[in-house]
């Protein structure tokens, strides 16, 4: 399946990335993540979500380049106006000033239409392929998607929602994901896509957030392979320490190097040092006091008590 999503990637010119309202990190992550990515290998790539990104969102690299919607600037404007069968000779353009004129030959009976009648139009730059990222419905996402102007557009869907609707042409969506960046990840990987160390840390931070830093019981066994693998690609735990690696060796040394200086053999020589004198001092101590106690301490005591109030 990876091959058939690797197939329209090749052959179209304009790629989408979308997203449903109000995505959560995972979902953001998973997206930019793609979308920095196919930027990378030099693909006409657009990202756009219905609902503005949170504050929260601002760790993610790449959050600025999402738009609301695909980027119009890349459709073309058509100029329409009335026609009738005869009334047009040709129709030629020329260019003056920096200006594009296009001029419409009227025919014998002259042009049955004014300059009030024209209508100009710019065709939205809509996506030959479309990817969309933890979208359980189309119409999650709202003015982004219209089925008669994308009617044209594969959709491939990727996410982890119990409810998906299982919409479009490759479906990469189960609740067997324990994240939708893990599946990205996954594809991105078998893709051999350029994963650089803001990616992966994307990547990872999507993963680690949708499984409560790893904690979950539904963290699935990919998840823990993608980790490891972004990991090496430069990806960093959240919450790792900051500690300095000298600040541990002092801390370790306090607690585990012996108090004494010198060398380790002086040490040991002194060590045993100490213990002879200890036992040779224990030995004077019991020699002072003789091997038999006094004859009192053998004799039983009985206490009497008085009960006189």
């Not at 219209?146 to 609707?165: C, F, G, R, S, Y």
């Amino acid at each position: 399946m990876f091959e058939q999503v690797n197939n329209f990637i090749n052959k179209v010119n304009k790629i989408g990335i979308a997203m449903g309202k109000n995505p959560g990190i995972d979902e953001l992550a998973g997206a930019l993540a793609l979308y920095l990515s196919l930027e990378k290998e030099g693909k006409n790539v657009s990202i756009a979500c219905p609902s503005e990104p949170l504050v929260e969102h601002s760790v993610l690299f790449g959050i600025d380049k999402i738009k609301s919607s695909f980027d119009e600037a890349s459709g073309d404007m058509v100029v329409s106006f009335p026609y009738q069968e005869g009334e047009i000779e040709k129709i030629s353009y020329t260019l003056e000033d920096g200006f594009l004129n296009i001029v419409v030959k009227a025919g014998e009976e002259g042009l049955s239409f004014s300059e009030k009648d024209v209508i100009f139009k710019r065709s939205a730059g809509n996506p030959e392929l479309l990817f969309v990222i933890g979208t359980p419905r189309l119409s999650d996402l709202d003015r982004i998607f219209d089925p008669q102007a994308l009617k044209d557009t594969a959709v491939i869907n990727i996410d982890n929602k119990a409810d998906n609707q299982g919409f479009g042409d490759i479906v990469l969506a189960s609740p067997s994901f324990s994240s939708v960046s893990e599946k990205v990840s996954d594809l991105m990987l078998s893709l051999n896509f350029t994963i650089d160390p803001d990616i992966a840390q994307n990547l990872f931070m999507g993963i680690e957030n949708a499984t409560s830093s790893f904690q979950d019981p539904k963290t699935s066994s990919l998840a823990f392979e993608m980790a490891g693998l972004l990991m090496k690609k430069g990806a960093r735990r959240k919450n790792a320490s900051s500690v300095k690696v000298e600040e541990i060796l002092e801390e370790t040394s306090s607690v585990f190097s012996p108090k004494k200086s010198g060398s380790f053999e002086e040490i040991k020589k002194e060590e045993r040092g100490d213990r002879k004198g200890q036992s040779s001092g224990s030995s004077r101590e019991t020699g002072r006091q003789g091997k038999n106690p006094p004859i009192d301490w053998l004799t039983p005591k009985i206490y009497k008590g008085s009960t006189n109030i």
